[in-house]
């Protein structure tokens, strides 16, 4: 048997090559360290601008007007909750309440009714579906302001100005265009054999949406419902507009934060920033609350449809 000897040239060129690859790997190593530093670092600073803001404005409602003209986030010299009872004394109560009262009937009626018809798009086929869906989703693209005179002399016809139900009724068409959006996709991920398996059960339409398509798809309920939450919550600029008495004897059905407009009008030339951001605070802890208790859902939510 013979035996080749390679040359020194090479022998060291092969050792060179066989280097080239850790090199790389180290090389990458260090570029994914970098960006998660990055990230990271990008991530921290987010954190802190959402936070510091909710920080000052709770800090800011057990601390008189002097304190919060001195140092923003000094704390303050006696933990009272004066503020808050006054705030509330003043109509943020009653503002909470209606707020409160219309999103009972406004937020599950939104689910059910953008879940019934995102099903209907998503699993069955017929003649002008794409159409109709289309025609939904073309309802997220516009600004509300462009609907705001159409839609205040509609509900003045239907004679629901500054009515809980008129103001219920805009907020689902209102919400309706992304519940679809999102739902739609949601259903078209869910298996086709657990719809074949209920339908040779001889399982109703009806009995397999509500039984069988909206139990798996409670993540992505959970994820829109919280949305709806949010948004509607939130929600300014129609209740300005519907929700104004129309007469002397008209009562004041104002939401949270048309409230919130009203108690800074309260205020004229006396300064009681103490209670305004007792209001702020009031209006912020459910919503926080909510989101804090359910975000795992709503992670859960926004990524089962891709990993599926």
């Known amino acids: 048997m013979t035996t080749v000897t390679k040359a020194p040239d090479e022998a060291s060129a092969e050792r060179t090559d066989r280097k080239k690859p850790a090199k790389a790997g180290r090389s990458g190593g260090s570029e994914g360290a970098v960006l998660n530093v990055f990230s990271h670092g990008f991530l921290a600073v987010w954190a802190l601008l959402i936070v510091l803001p909710l920080v000052w404005l709770a800090l800011g409602s057990f ?11 000094s704390w303050p010299s006696n933990w009272h909750f004066d503020a808050f009872t006054r705030a509330w004394d003043k109509g943020i109560g009653d503002y909470f309440g209606n707020t409160v009262i219309v999103m009972v ?14 099903y209907v798009l998503a699993r069955y086929p017929f003649k002008g579906n794409r159409i109709i869906y289309y025609f939904f ?3 997220a693209m516009f600004p509300v302001f462009l609907a705001l005179v159409p839609l205040f002399f509609m509900v003045k016809r239907l004679d629901m100005l500054n009515s809980y139900q008129g103001l219920i009724l805009v ?12 739902m739609h ?3 078209r991920t869910l298996p086709t054999a657990v719809y074949e398996a209920a339908v040779i059960d001889g399982a109703s339409d009806t009995r397999i949406f509500f039984q069988v398509m909206l139990p798996m798809a409670k993540p992505g309920l959970i994820s829109v419902g919280i949305f709806n939450v949010l948004g509607q919550w939130n929600q300014y600029i129609l209740p300005a507009v519907l929700m104004q008495p129309q007469t002397g004897s008209d009562p004041e059905r104002y939401m949270l934060t048309q409230g919130l407009i009203q108690l800074q009008y309260q205020m004229g030339y006396e300064t009681d920033l103490p209670v305004l951001f007792a209001g702020v605070t009031i209006a912020m802890i459910p919503m926080l609350v909510v989101y804090l208790s359910f975000q795992r859902q709503i992670q859960a939510g926004l990524t089962s449809a891709t990993l599926k």
């Open 63 to 73: 601390k008189t007007d002097g304190q919060i003209g001195g140092s923003a986030l």
């Open 105 to 118: 009937f406004s937020v599950p009626l939104t689910m059910l009714l953008g879940s019934m018809a995102a």
């Open 137 to 139: 989703v073309s309802g």
């Open 171 to 182: 907020y689902i068409a209102y919400s309706m265009p992304f519940t679809v959006f999102f």
């Open 185 to 187: 996709s949601f259903f």
